[in-house]
């Protein structure tokens, strides 16, 4: 009975848990339990505090520091300063870009929370009470609080310390092609610009950041427990910071509570730490409260954009110009791959084919908190997708033409795939304008736009925002990029043990993205082994294969694929075996789905279980024994997940508040491997693009005073702000990828925050209002409502 | 973040407590529900030396009505006065107001007496009490003091409350007339402050003329504000559009705004002015839809 | 200074400093981490712990304040090893990511559901503004908590008939 056999198809499909199956967490138990294990409730015998004395000024010369009150306070046990640190060659570290950054400042403080001293004591309140008691002796310096301050003549040096650096330049970097762009500028019969200033903010996990860092004197070994994001990477540039030696290093990621970018680069906390256990000989734990992870950790943004698009008289887009002017912060630590000063930003040409594009960067060092990691981001992706999102939305203002439009005249047609773009990388796959039309489709859009007409007609504010956003995530292929030097492949080990169960260790580490479970299901797809029988170990670096970890959306593009690789690998020699068992020739041995026959005789099988056990107990002569690999997957391309965002939003004439009314996301990340950890992935960053659109903010006043730093200033949204998300989905498998997925952990962040925005301006555009910054606040909106004498 | 050491007692009896105020001075600090104390303690803004906690005097909980008065034990949770439904149609504004403050976990724990004593200028209570005309009801070793609302917020969180003073009780008249209030707010999100809120309280004489107006404003001034020449605007008259519209720019210029990273002097001021305008209306739509 | 109270239906009796913050209390002292610290204002609600039945953040309480009352953590959702209604809404409805937040979130699911069997949306939305996310963007959480009302309702039920 046909139906049976499909119910029963379905029923063992969802058993086994393969590609496509929402299977519920493996990982769940624990943390429903309460017994989720991060590092702050890591305790070791011995343990003592840290708590970290920060900068109350944004620039100033350290003229002393007086610990012995501090010392004098019962239960304390050290206060570390920079001069003590610079005995050991420790005041200084280098960043993830090639610059370097203070541990403890010696000779001067750059940011208003820089790390200063450390107090080292039996417990936290102590600590914390001692830290109160450090007198620093500081001289004020004049604070450049923004990069134009920055570069202008005149400004005061930041970092003075640095050998030639004689002002606050960092780097000028380009990509694309400026004749092929200017020639197009020049045949233009439009040119469109828009100028925009995407703001600081931070990923702020709700966990902060910590470690626990255990050195044995007497045998060498350091074990450091830390929040980290690239365990195998943090413990070379341990090696290499530290001077320890790299095989006495032990880094334990635990269970992350979040990261979105803050636990990727390396912080001075961590450093500090782990020489004083060194020093001490027992263990040290510091753990951030919530304003040293708001003040002085990876914030990200602070970038300055300006550009234009020139247009031909058919309103197609033939060229594109961005000029970028970052704001680094007291010490350029971007978290990017070292060939690319601004990250990934010239994806700027995005979903449209503009066959010239010249992107010119230049990032300056200003008084503030270093750190421009990516906040669920790939690298400046995000920054870009808003760049283009906004100015293809400030095009059909001036084309007087529906956004929809625009943007259908222009999109990357999908028979051009794979598609070079002005600026180089080579788009994987798309299809565009489906990803359009089913966003429409369940948005309702031709009939919200008749309900705004009528609304305009009545003086009431509505808007429908757009964007169709192209990321690239995925970083390798290593030869072009790389992190401090590593290159960025990922890895993945597989044993089979002989009752047919098995472990798969990690180079990449979950901060809640459910790799426990969505990994397991690779081999079970590609193995016929239940994911429920595969267990996932990530984040030990003495348990797992080097990789340079989770960022980026690269787990899944970069680790999944050497999942299903090395689980293939397992598979032929699991053929090699059941050619042994069936006394038959390799070449006929078939494999589906966890069995194996010989071609001919699909009834007499052998499942990968007896494969497995075989592989230990009766193996052909010359085979080695076991049922392991690794391999370590080096992508030949990124992958280019897309989609289409679509917001509602009513506005009130009288206060400016915005109100998201309905907001529909449609992704294409490829092949789903869990389509509900996807769509949760998706929910999370719509939520943090809700947030950074209308009330994440990290500024700063004239003398470099950090507003936004505890959760009462640095918003955060609950349930009741958060729009109710519909999502959609079009499926556009990854031509190089082995499983055919994209990534899909930050499109929602990256796409969504233009449609917010140009929702907002859709609203206003008619009244002349042509553009707001994020966040977009409520008094932003009444201000430029009442610049056009609109009031209730 | 954690408290500096500070000594701690939970007496049982009021009188205790009074003695303890009494002989502590400025070193102790009336604790209740701790949702602004334990804050400012653990940001080290405040150190006392000792805690005096309320939380085992009894009496100090609940809401009654009495001799035409609403009676509000000081320590009554915010939360508990969000579920008094008793309210509406009477106290409207207390309604409407009680579940705006903070957010649900605080509520469950913060006190009406706590708010009012912080004197917090971006604390929702005492906007609310100012439009309802309440009193309070304070007590220390030497007796006791009723004292008004209006006149007792003297600046960011200071009050006419002497350092040996316990609020026991607030005591809202509630007479015979049709009334109407509600509370409007302008909030970045959930457990925000306010940037801007307005409360407003109207009585309906039996000729359908306004016979009292309570308009109070929060958050734009150092400390909240009964916008008095507005209330004088509408008290005797017959409710219309362009009424409301004045009382609205009279209670807008009774702010006194500063600029800050909510937004300008100017936009503050005209939030107060459009929500004392909306106010109004729902409060006089309320009470005319009210039977006295 | 010595405090007794009841946590998870069970007495106990600490010494500690009138300073100690609950969250750090029972973090600490008691060993139970399950009660999480995500901010310094009082804000997030990755300490949520119910206090006599209600929920309240437990790094805005002085542990002296616990004296004579009955706490509940999420160690004490799960009894006689069977998953509470709300644990098991949160791993079906994949309520949960990286689970930070995921203690209080249920904590005060549980608290709002005995208190409204059948909450709305908005309800729900409103019920849970004091505890933050930053993984899941909520949509999830609210349908793990209708999912446990839905359960507790069918199991009433089924208590009936
Ligand atoms: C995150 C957060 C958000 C908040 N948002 C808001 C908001 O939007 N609106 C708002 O109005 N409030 C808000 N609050 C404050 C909250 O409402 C507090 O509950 C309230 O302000 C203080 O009440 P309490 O009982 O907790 O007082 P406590 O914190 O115990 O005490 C506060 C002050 O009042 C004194 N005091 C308390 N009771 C008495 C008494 N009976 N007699 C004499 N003195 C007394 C204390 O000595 C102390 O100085 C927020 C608090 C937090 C932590
Ligand atoms: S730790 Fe954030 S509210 Fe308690
Ligand atoms: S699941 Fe990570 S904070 Fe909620």
């Known amino acids: ?191 469109v610009s828009l100028e925009t200033f995407y703001p600081r903010c931070h990923p702020s996990p709700l966990e902060t950041c910590g470690c626990v860092a255990d050195l044995d004197p007497v045998t060498g070994n350091a074990t450091i427990y830390m929040t980290s994001q690239a365990p195998h990477a943090h413990r070379t540039l341990f090696a290499i910071v530290a001077g320890l030696p790299e095989e006495k290093i032990r880094i334990i990621s635990p269970d992350l509570g979040g990261g979105f970018g803050n636990k990727v680069p390396i912080y001075p906390g961590y450093v500090v730490a782990t020489a004083a256990s060194l020093l001490i000989g027992r263990p040290v734990k510091w753990i951030e409260d919530r304003t040293d992870n708001l003040i002085s950790t990876g914030f990200a943004r602070d970038y300055y954009m300006d550009g234009s698009v020139a247009i031909d008289e058919n309103g197609k887009f033939i060229g594109l110009r961005v000029n970028l002017l970052s704001d680094n912060g007291a010490f350029f630590a971007d978290a990017q791959p070292s060939k690319f000063k601004a990250g990934l930003f010239h994806i700027v040409t995005g979903s449209y084919d503009i066959p010239a594009a010249h992107i010119v960067a230049n990032g300056a060092y200003t008084n503030k908190a270093p750190g421009g990691v990516a906040y669920r981001c790939s690298f400046r992706v995000t920054e870009a997708s808003y760049f283009i999102e906004r100015l293809v939305e400030s095009a059909a203002v001036e084309l007087g033409q529906d956004p929809v439009t625009t ?82 492949f990922d890895s993945a080990e597989l044993r089979i043990h002989p009752t047919g169960k098995g472990i798969l260790k990690l180079g990449v580490k979950s901060q809640g993205q459910g790799h ?88 007499n099988v052998k499942t990968i279980q007896d494969i497995a056990f075989a592989a230990y107990t009766n193996l052909p002569d010359g085979l080695e024994a076991g049922l392991e690999g690794v391999t370590y997957y080096d992508p030949p391309n990124m992958t280019f997940p897309f989609g289409t965002y679509l917001v509602v939003v009513d506005i009130d004439k009288g206060t400016g508040q915005v109100k998201v009314r309905r907001m529909v996301a449609v992704d294409d990340c490829g092949v789903r491997i869990n389509p509900m950890i996807v769509e949760g992935q998706i929910h999370g960053g719509l939520t943090e ?22 959760f009462m200033d640095y918003l955060i949204p609950t349930a009741w702000e958060t729009p109710r998300f519909e999502l959609g989905q079009t499926v556009t498998p990854s031509p190089h990828h082995p499983i055919g997925a994209k990534g899909v952990g930050e499109s929602a962040t990256v796409g969504s925050p233009a449609a917010y925005v140009n929702a907002v301006i859709d609203a206003l555009s008619h009244l002349g209002i042509t553009n707001i910054d994020m966040p977009i606040t409520s008094d932003k909106v009444w201000a430029a409502l009442r610049s056009k004498g609109v009031t209730e | 973040m954690f408290p500096a050491a500070f000594d701690y007692t939970a007496p049982g009896a009021l009188d205790e407590v009074l003695s303890l105020l009494s002989q502590h001075g400025d070193d102790a600090k009336v604790l209740a529900g701790g949702q602004s104390l334990i804050p400012l303690l653990k940001l080290r803004f405040a150190a006392p030396v000792i805690l005096v906690d309320i939380g085992r005097v009894d009496g100090l909980e609940g809401i009654r009505r009495e001799n035409g008065h609403v009676r509000i034990g000081a320590r009554t949770r915010h939360r508990d006065v969000e579920s008094a439904t008793e309210l509406r149609g009477t106290l409207d504004v207390l309604l409407d107001a009680a579940p705006l403050i903070s957010d649900p976990l605080i509520r469950n724990m913060g006190t009406v007496g706590g708010s009012i004593c912080h004197a917090d200028p971006a604390g929702d209570w005492g906007a609310v009490m100012l439009a309802v005309g309440a009193e309070f009801v304070v007590k220390s070793a030497s007796g006791e003091r009723v004292l008004p609302a209006a006149g007792f917020f003297e600046g960011p969180f200071t009050t006419g409350l002497r350092s040996d003073e316990v609020m026991t009780e607030i005591r809202i008249p509630v007479g015979s007339g049709r009334s109407g209030g509600t509370y409007l707010k302008l909030e970045r999100k959930v457990g925000d402050f306010a940037s801007v809120a307005t409360a407003v309280h109207v009585v309906l004489g039996g000729d359908g003329r306004i016979a009292a107006a309570g308009i109070g404003l929060c958050a734009v001034g150092a400390h909240s504000i009964k916008a008095t020449a507005a209330e004088a605007a509408l008290v005797g008259q017959a409710p219309s559009d362009e009424l409301i519209a004045e009382a609205a720019r009279l209670a807008g210029d009774a702010a006194e705004p500063k600029a800050d990273i909510r937004g300008s002097a100017e936009y503050k001021r005209d939030v107060a002015r459009v929500f004392v305008q909306r106010g109004l209306h729902t409060a006089i739509n309320r009470a005319q839809g009210a039977t006295a | 200074m010595k405090v007794t109270f009841e946590i998870n239906g069970a007495e106990k009796s600490v010494d500690v400093e009138a300073r100690t913050l609950v969250v750090d209390l029972i973090r600490t002292k008691l060993g139970m981490t399950g009660t999480h610290i995500g901010c310094d204002t009082s804000n997030c609600g990755a300490c949520t712990v119910l206090l006599d039945g209600r929920p309240v953040k437990s790094c805005t309480l002085l542990a002296p304040m616990l004296e004579g009352r009955k706490v509940t953590t999420v160690e004490g959702l799960a009894q006689g090893g069977k998953l509470d209604a709300i644990q098991e809404g949160f791993h079906a409805e994949h309520g949960l990511q990286c689970g930070f937040c995921t203690p209080g979130m249920m904590l005060v699911g549980k608290a709002l559901i005995e208190a409204n069997p059948h909450p709305t949306e908005d309800e729900i939305r409103w019920g849970i503004s004091g505890n933050i996310c930053r993984c899941t963007g909520y949509m999830n959480i609210v349908k793990a908590i209708q999912h446990a009302a839905a359960a507790n309702a069918a199991e009433n039920v089924a208590g009936v008939a």
């Open chain 1, 1 to 191: 009975m046909a139906v049976d056999t499909t119910e029963a198809a379905a029923a063992a499909r969802q058993a086994m848990g393969g590609i496509g199956v929402s299977l519920a967490r493996k990982e769940d138990a624990r943390f429903l339990h309460g017994q989720g294990h991060y590092v702050d409730d890591v305790v070791l015998p011995g343990m003592l505090h840290m708590v970290i004395v920060r900068s109350p000024h944004a620039h100033a010369r350290i003229k002393g520091i007086d610990s012995s009150a501090a010392m004098a306070v019962p239960g304390v046990i050290a206060v570390v300063t920079g001069e003590l640190l610079a005995q050991h060659k420790l005041a200084w570290m280098p960043t993830l870009s090639g610059d370097t950054q203070a541990v403890l400042a010696t000779d001067k403080v750059r940011f208003q929370g820089q790390e200063v001293a450390c107090v080292i004591a039996e417990t936290k309140y102590i600590a914390e009470d001692a830290a109160a008691l450090v007198s620093v002796d500081y001289e004020p310096l004049q604070a450049v609080t923004t990069p134009q301050q920055a570069i202008a003549p005149g400004a005061p040096v930041i970092r003075d310390e640095k050998e030639g650096q004689t002002d606050n330049k960092i780097y000028h970097w380009e990509a694309g092609d400026k004749e092929a762009t200017d020639a197009a500028f020049a045949r233009a019969t439009k040119v």
């Open chain 1, 407 to 488: 943007r259908l005249n222009n999109f990357i047609q999908p028979e051009a795939f794979p598609y070079t773009s002005a600026s180089g990388f080579e788009y994987d796959s798309g299809d565009y304008p489906a990803a359009m039309k089913v966003a429409l489709d369940m948005l309702g859009y031709d009939e919200l736009r008749k309900e705004q007409a009528e609304k305009r007609a009545r003086g009431e504010l509505m808007g429908i925002g757009v964007a169709s956003f192209t990321e690239v995530v995925g970083a390798g292929k290593g030869k072009d990029y790389d992190i401090a030097g590593l290159r960025m």
């Open chain 1, 516 to 603: 426990e479970t969505t990994f397991a299901q690779i081999v079970a797809e590609e193995l016929g082994i239940p994911a429920s029988d595969i267990e996932v170990r990530e984040g030990d670096t003495d348990n797992t294969p080097f990789g340079l970890g989770t960022y980026a959306s690269r787990s899944t593009p970069v680790g999944g694929a050497a999942t299903a690789i090395v689980a293939r690998k397992l598979r032929d020699k699991g053929k090699l075996i059941a050619a042994h068992l069936f006394e038959a020739d390799v070449a006929d041995i078939e494999f589906d789905h966890g069995k194996y026959n010989v071609k001919g005789s699909p009834d």
């Open chain 1, 689 to 710: 693009g809700f947030g950074i659109a209308f009330m994440e903010l990290i500024t700063f006043d004239d003398e470099g005073n950090c507003i936004g730093s505890n």
